[in-house]
């Protein structure tokens, strides 16, 4: 079982790369600074298409991304949308997947841990009365949300585990969900 910190590329992660970013920024901690952006477009209906490029962090805008990303947001047909993509409320699923995952992964990695395998299952539950103004009594969003991970590598169970609970420690998105965050909102009329 390795637990040793290494220092070779390892689950497909720059290990040296990982450490350089965590000394740049002990030494400079205004580089730890970032500001995500994505732009939304009504289409038609409940669809929407959110669009990702650009970002600022590490002291300057990023140029490094050549292509601009591109998710489309949609309702099912019963809740009277197109079912032309997911709902947003579901990419808060696959963000917190994804990001709990990368984490676990980056972790490993700097512990020296060789992962085979790491699965996610992402489950949130809503009450629509509140979303559709039926109760006041009922929240819009998720009323509680699991995540259960099946994970496979060079460790013990009990390290492995460690590993998912450092990822939920540090994880941005579970952050968010969990802590909340002041949101915002300005709006300009044609």
């Not at 489309?72 to 990001?99: N, S």
């Not at 700097?110 to 809503?126: N, Y």
């Amino acid at each position: 079982m390795a637990t040793t910190l290494s220092r070779a590329p390892r689950n497909g992660v720059d290990v040296p790369a990982l450490f350089a970013t965590l000394d740049a920024v002990k030494g400079k901690p205004e580089l730890a600074r970032f500001q995500f952006r994505a732009t939304n477009r009504w289409i038609t209906g409940t669809h929407n298409r959110s669009t990702i490029k650009g970002f600022y962090g590490a002291g300057q805008e990023d140029t490094t991304r050549t292509e601009e990303f591109a998710y489309d947001a949609d309702h099912p047909a019963v809740l009277v949308g197109g079912g032309k993509a997911p709902t947003p409320v579901e990419f808060l699923l696959h963000a917190l997947a994804a990001c709990l995952t990368a984490g676990l992964a980056n972790i490993a990695a700097a512990r020296g841990i060789t992962l085979t395998e790491v699965e996610s299952t992402v489950e949130g539950d809503i009450d629509l009365l509140g979303i559709l103004g039926l109760s006041q009594d009922v929240r819009n969003g998720y009323q509680g949300i699991r995540v259960g991970f099946r994970i496979s590598g060079d460790a013990s169970d009990e390290v492995l585990r460690g590993l998912v609970e450092q990822s939920r420690a540090r994880s941005a998105v579970y952050d968010v969900i969990s802590n909340g965050v002041p949101v915002e909102i300005d709006v300009a009329t044609d």
